[in-house]
């Protein structure tokens, strides 16, 4: 919790012939056909990943599967460009580029179109993220700016989690699993309905033990999760529509009492619904609408307990005119909150309505075979400071088959939240800053992909983001504004090697640097050494192997990351290991370890309250027919 405070303070497709319900292992696929995956992220229309002028990783199903995570903030790890630390039980501080920490706010999240940050604070409480994780197709990450086509907040990247079609998991899958750090187990039935409807639903149920403190003790944030859905579909390629939705509780154990006072146990719940409607037109055109609502609830007495609702409704249209392929958009968000105050945090007003527009407009501009243009620009309001433009140019060139060269420049922003503008501690000091204003980021990227006969491939970016207005503190009074200043730069690489049929080597690296500064003027104490500017490692590398031998596959991940400055986290390595046993098409049974070689070590957060992760084994049987 005094983590979060200082923070305050301070669709894969695959080509013909792999099939819709292909189960195909990845170390059997080329890296011909790997490179025939299709995102959607980059430029908002499917398009092969190896022409995407972006620095996008595409975690995929089987990556998933293979690599035994448990949670969706487990699966993210697979990402090498990602920052991505565990807190405790179910909170973590997950990033791209910079300013990671329990309250990161420069990073989209969407699930199936779904935008899963709080307007609180414009981040992820991934406490309340869950979903069945064999239901995933693919995961998209893009690192660098996304604003133009997904608005104010993809300032560091965009995270793109897509969904199984509802066509693609008819039948019956159980899985259970337990160990002794952790107890899961899900349901998942899947049908046909009619001659052109599908349907499924699911049940989930986890449970998850306290962590330790360095000295043996235990921290009291064990909890138990259940979560229940439904997708359905009616339709075929011209035109279709879907339905889905999830609802969701989870309950902490009893934490005691602090100064005194009763914490009692943190209380999550809330459920989400949404509806989309796509139609194909002749002449490469198609719209698509799409609605939702998000509603959920914290009962947290220690810090806040907040309720919220969130509308958002969004009409996109594409079209392709001579060498130009454009989309465009409109889209308008409601959102409503109450919130009590907690010990350490409040709000001022305590209801607040707010209400975002935006309009969009992308083209790709194809000068020939080896050239493209992509131009886009957003228009976006919110209460706070009006409208804000946001901007994307980026030029690609493929000199040769399966090489792609590409730069690209932007202006990015992130809009204030309510922690920036209403923000409180009830036990005295106004902390919002009425005049905060966005902070705003020019963003330059130079990148290269590309692959090499059908045993290697990879992909380098550099990249610098000039920020401007970036959050700060006034002395006393402490009041929040905007006077820091300064670039981030840094160099993302990641590359796959298929060694042999059956075995796969693949690693990732990230480079990162700040040189920020004070504007003249500025009474901020802390200044750039402010945790929620300051507490990124200088670098991290990853290297995995996959491989396949008959009815066995093993998977070893090792991840190293370097020292947290502020504060102070020492480095660690970690090694993850995936044993699995075909036992039967329809059965298999996997042993997982986490942090194998080191008996615990803390990822985030001061010492000596911080939770100190285990070595963990659990084994799991997942059946389906």
């Given amino acids: ?32 056909e790997l490179a025939s995956i299709r995102v959607t992220s980059v430029s908002r229309r499917d398009e092969p990943l190896e022409d995407a002028p972006a620095a996008i990783f595409v975690i995929t199903a089987d990556d998933i599967r293979r690599s035994g995570a448990t949670s969706l903030a487990e699966a993210l790890r697979l990402a090498p460009s990602l920052l991505t630390a565990r807190i405790d039980t179910a909170q973590y501080a997950i990033t791209a580029r910079g300013f990671n920490g329990l309250a990161a706010n420069k990073l989209l999240v969407l699930v199936d179109g779904r935008t899963i940050y709080t307007p609180l604070f414009s981040g992820v409480f991934w406490d309340q993220q869950d979903l069945p994780l064999e239901d995933v197709e693919r995961i998209e990450v893009i690192s660098g700016p996304g604003a133009s086509l997904w608005g104010t907040n993809a300032v560091n990247g965009v995270i793109n ?4 079609p509802a066509r693609d ?5 159980a899985s259970l699993a337990g160990g002794n750090l952790q107890q899961l187990g899900s349901l998942r039935y899947g049908w046909g309905v009619g ?8 049940a989930k149920a986890s449970r998850v033990e306290n962590t330790l403190r360095s000295d043996g003790s235990e921290v009291l944030d064990g909890r138990t999760g259940l979560q229940a859905g439904f997708r359905g579909e009616w339709g075929d390629e011209a035109g279709a529509w879907t339905l889905q939705g999830d609802a969701y509780r989870v309950e902490s154990v009893d934490r005691g009492v602090a100064a005194g006072l009763p914490i009692g146990p943190a209380q999550l719940s809330g459920f989400n619904v949404l509806a989309r409607w796509t139609r194909r037109f002749a002449g490469s055109s198609d719209i698509r609408l799409q609605a939702y609502v998000d509603h959920a609830r914290r009962e947290e007495r220690i810090l806040f307990q907040p309720e919220a609702t ?52 992308h083209d790709d501009l194809r000068l020939s075979d080896q050239v493209q243009v992509e131009a886009g620009g957003r228009l976006e309001r919110n209460e706070y400071t009006g409208w804000e433009y946001l901007l994307d140019l980026r030029l690609a060139w493929k000199p040769f088959a399966h090489h ?14 309510r922690f920036d503008r209403d923000v409180i501690r009830p036990l005295g000091g106004v902390l919002g800053g009425p005049n905060f204003v966005s902070e705003v980021a020019d963003v330059y990227q130079l990148g290269y992909r590309g692959r090499v006969g059908s045993v290697l491939t990879g992909s380098v970016t550099a990249y610098l983001h000039d920020w401007d207005r970036l959050r700060s503190a006034t002395a006393l009074p402490v009041m929040i504004e905007n006077r820091i200043e300064g670039p981030v730069y840094g160099v993302e690489a990641w590359a796959s090697w298929q060694v042999l049929d059956g075995l796969r080597l693949s690693g990732g690296l990230t480079l990162l640097r700040k040189d920020l500064r004070l504007e003249p003027g500025s009474t901020d104490p802390l200044g750039p050494s402010n945790p929620q500017l300051s507490n990124d490692p200088r670098q991290q590398w990853m290297l995995r192997s996959s491989s396949q031998l008959g009815d066995h596959s093993l998977d070893v991940m090792v991840r190293h990351v370097a020292a947290l400055p502020n504060p102070s986290v020492p480095a660690y390595t970690a090694v993850d290991a995936r044993y699995v046993w075909h036992l039967h098409p329809q059965l298999d049974l996997s042993v997982v370890g986490r942090n194998l070689f080191d008996r615990n070590h803390p990822e985030f957060n001061a010492a000596p309250g911080r939770s100190e992760l285990e070595r963990g084994v659990f084994v799991q049987a997942s059946w389906s027919r």
């Fill in 161 to 164: 989690v897509i969904t199984r």
């Fill in 1 to 32: 919790m005094s983590g979060f405070l200082t923070a305050i303070l301070g669709s894969v497709t695959l080509t013909a012939g792999l099939g819709g319900q292909q189960t195909r292992d990845l170390t059997e696929l080329s890296l011909d």
């Fill in 169 to 173: 998991t008819h039948g019956a899958r």
């Fill in 310 to 361: 969130l509308f958002d409704v969004e009409l996109q249209h594409g079209f392709s005119k001579g060498a130009h392929s454009l989309v465009w958009g409109a889209g308008y968000r409601h959102g409503r909150d109450e919130v009590d105050d907690g010990f350490l945090v409040g709000f001022r007003p305590m209801r607040r309505q707010l209400d975002w527009i935006s309009l969009y407009l």
């Fill in 404 to 417: 792609l060269l590409w730069a690209g420049g932007a202006r990015a922003v992130r809009a204030p939240a």
């Fill in 195 to 202: 001659e052109r409807g599908h349907a499924r639903v699911y």
